[in-house]
């Protein structure tokens, strides 16, 4: 069975650019999750739907990110325009259920460079 | 608010020894703890998952203990190999977010 799967891997971009990042979560899980990690940091939460459902983006800067799951299946993060403080890896995870006792699984990032 | 920390930041350890990574929280009213595995500029692996009714939980090598009312768990890696070396992190799950601690470098020599 196939992990989450993100595109691109990698993407280096020059500042006040826009960028799109692309998630597939496993197939049959509701719950999608985007966070973002720093270097040399863990992850922080940015956003989780439930089915196209956002409900919780506390974390999410709404004057430059937005984020989409209008099938409620794959996703896509939208930062624009790009400043130099957004270089890092942007993570997807998904699960079941939103329920706490649920497995996250990570895909493999997208690495991001603003320059 | 949920804070994990990790002792220590890093580590170096010689091939076979055995080795203990540590985690704190300052919530105890989780649902659960992860242990992940993360290869310089790739994602997360999952490599053990503690239910908060549970005490801990082994695979292979790996043995993660977990300690709810004093908010600790250990990951105890034995017999290290070289393909160990990588930074691992642990997450703790409460009823709204997976929170991380910023892990532990791990590095096993030759």
């Known amino acids: 069975e196939a992990g989450v799967v993100q595109s691109p891997r990698y993407k280096i971009i020059e500042k006040k650019q826009p960028v799109a990042f692309w998630c597939n979560p496993i197939?049959?899980?509701?719950?999608l999750y985007w966070y973002l990690q720093n270097l040399g940091q863990g992850p922080e939460l940015l956003i989780r739907?439930?089915?196209?459902?956002?409900?919780?983006d506390s974390q999410l800067p709404k004057d430059r990110f937005s984020a989409e799951r209008l099938k409620g299946v794959d996703s896509t993060l939208k930062i624009q325009p790009a400043e130099l403080g957004d270089s890092a890896v942007y993570l997807c995870?998904?699960?079941?259920?939103?329920?706490?006792?649920?497995?996250?699984?990570f895909g493999p990032g997208t690495r991001l460079t603003v320059l | 608010k949920q804070e994990v920390t990790q002792i220590p930041a890093a580590l170096s350890v010689p091939e076979g020894e055995n080795l203990v990574l540590n985690c704190s929280f300052t919530?105890?009213?989780?649902?659960?703890l992860q242990w992940f595995r993360q290869d310089p500029g790739k994602g997360l692996t999952s490599l053990l998952l503690?239910?908060?009714?549970?005490r801990e939980q082994t695979s292979g090598r790996l043995n993660a203990s977990l300690d709810k009312s004093s908010g600790r768990s250990t990951l105890y890696i034995a017999a290290s190999q070289p393909g160990d070396s990588a930074t691992y992190l642990c997450?703790?799950?409460?009823?709204?977010?997976?929170?991380f601690g910023t892990g532990t470098r791990l590095q096993v020599t030759l």
């Open positions: 503690i239910q908060s009714s549970q």
């Open positions: 997450a703790v799950r409460t009823a709204s977010k997976l929170t």
């Open positions: 197939s049959g899980h509701n719950t």
């Open positions: 995870a998904s699960s079941l259920g939103a329920e706490g006792y649920n497995e996250q699984f």
């Open positions: 919530d105890s009213a989780i649902y659960n």
């Open positions: 739907y439930e089915n196209e459902e956002a409900v919780d």
